[in-house]
């Protein structure tokens, strides 16, 4: 089955880190780009940060700039997200997603990884 | 930064109703607006890319329109599945470096 599976969320204290994992399946990962996007009840969907199929290009959003940190393993089909310095407003649901990589537009998401940031 | 807003935020319909969303982006993005719904404890799915392109397998009542700051999402017959969240999604670039979201507009029934 086609899927993205996320993990690696919990809860964590301000300040600390947290290493968000999604494994892909049953497609050629390595051709894709790859995103994080989050979501909270409050502000709706927000798109995290993205990284090209060869890694030469990465965007973060101004939020995360300078505290997260994407990265991506073809060889074992996998995305991560190294989130540093974490705030309460980085609580979210965040999701691993596929970029169909032109035309442009998320074309497969995972189930979700809830991040808890709260002391 | 590109900002998007969505009208309205929520609206009420009956099945077989015509719904009609618009977005409005901060700036020209000229086609570069995608559309998704979700449903309450799903992911989103794509249902328009590129302003009017129909995903496949998304079924032909949904339509989307629009290029420049002007964007519109359109249901016709609205059907029970319909119910749910609609946002909308620019990018920046080709190939893109920036996304944004519309925050949404939640269809429920009247």
């Known amino acids: 089955e086609v899927q993205l599976v996320e993990s690696g969320g919990g809860l964590v204290q301000p300040g600390r880190s947290l290493r968000l994992s999604c494994v892909a399946s049953?497609?050629?990962?390595?051709?894709?780009?790859m995103h994080w996007v989050r979501q909270t009840p409050d502000k709706g969907l927000e798109w995290v940060s993205g990284?090209?199929?060869?890694?030469?290009?990465?965007h973060y959003a101004d939020s995360v700039k300078g505290r997260f940190t994407i990265s991506r393993d073809n060889a074992k089909n996998a995305l991560y997200l190294e989130m540093d310095s974490l705030r309460p407003e980085d609580t979210a649901l965040y999701y691993c997603?596929?970029?169909?990589?032109?035309?442009?537009?998320?074309?497969?998401w995972g189930q979700g990884t809830q991040v808890t940031v709260s002391s | 930064d590109i900002q998007m807003t969505q009208s309205p935020s929520s609206l009420s319909a009956s099945v077989g109703d015509r719904v009609t969303i618009t977005c409005q982006a901060s700036?020209?993005?000229?086609?570069?607006l995608n559309w998704y719904q979700q449903k309450p404890g799903k992911a989103p799915r794509l249902l328009i890319y590129?302003?009017?392109n129909l995903e496949t397998g998304v079924p032909s009542r949904f339509s989307g329109s629009g290029s420049g700051t002007d964007f519109s999402f359109t249901i016709n017959s609205l059907q029970p599945e319909d119910f749910a969240t609609y946002y909308c999604?620019?990018?920046?670039?080709?190939?893109?470096?920036?996304?944004?979201f519309g925050p949404g507009t939640k269809v429920d029934v009247k």
């Open positions: 997603v596929k970029d169909n990589s032109y035309p442009y537009y998320f074309d497969l």
């Open positions: 049953e497609f050629t990962f390595y051709d894709y780009a």
């Open positions: 990284i090209s199929s060869n890694s030469d290009n990465i």
């Open positions: 700036q020209d993005i000229s086609y570069f």
């Open positions: 590129d302003a009017s």
């Open positions: 999604q620019q990018y920046d670039d080709l190939p893109p470096t920036f996304f944004t």
